[in-house]
């Protein structure tokens, strides 16, 4: 064999090694793709009431705040929630919901059943979007945290039963306006639905301090302004 040849043969040689060199780190990197997905889906496991996300109107509401009654005790576990009895206020939560507003607002008295008409109204007009529940405000601010939003890329609702719970506050972070900006800016855009009681209402928009500013920068919280939000008694 000639010169010509044995360059040919070790050129073979190092095309073959460096074929395998390629071939070994595309599996590293299905490899460590598959260990960063591995660990956003046990994150968010971790962070939310229900994963994978949901749509609203599959999810048993229970878990979700809706507070439980003699009569819907029965209804517990995979048995069907009890029959809900519309309201005077649903259709103006209805139109809240299908409008532009981002963040929509229930308020009413202690178990005067806003988390069940919230629920009840939003699986209706919402059927078919994805429905994200953090656990608790430290859930929520690691919600923020992640690289990846859960449900990117499809119609959102963030559920925040209690929004006193969830709300940023001195030390801690949770919901503000910039959170809500981003989630504003996604696509499409994430839209928020909460609920509250009348007197942690007026509590907060008298709050001093970060939580009163907290409070007075998000929209439906503004005193002095018609608020895209509706009231059960």
Known sequence: AGPRAQQRRAEAREDAKQAQADAERARQEVREAAERQAAWEQ????LLIYWPLPKGADVNPFPLGVFYSHRADVYRADRPRPPYVPRAADAELARLLRSQQQFVLVKGQS?????????????RELSDWRLMAPTDRASLAGLAEL???PGQGERM???????????????TRGLNAALLGRWAASDPPVKVLATIRLEEFGRLIEAPGELGRTVRELQPLRPGRDHPAHYLR
């Open 111 to 123: 178990r005067a059943g806003k988390s069940r008409t919230a629920y009840e109204v939003a699986a």
């Open 157 to 171: 609702l963030v559920w925040l039963d209690d929004l006193d719970k969830y709300l940023a506050v001195e030390g």
């Open 43 to 46: 994150r968010c496991r971790s």
């Open 147 to 149: 690289e990846s939003l």
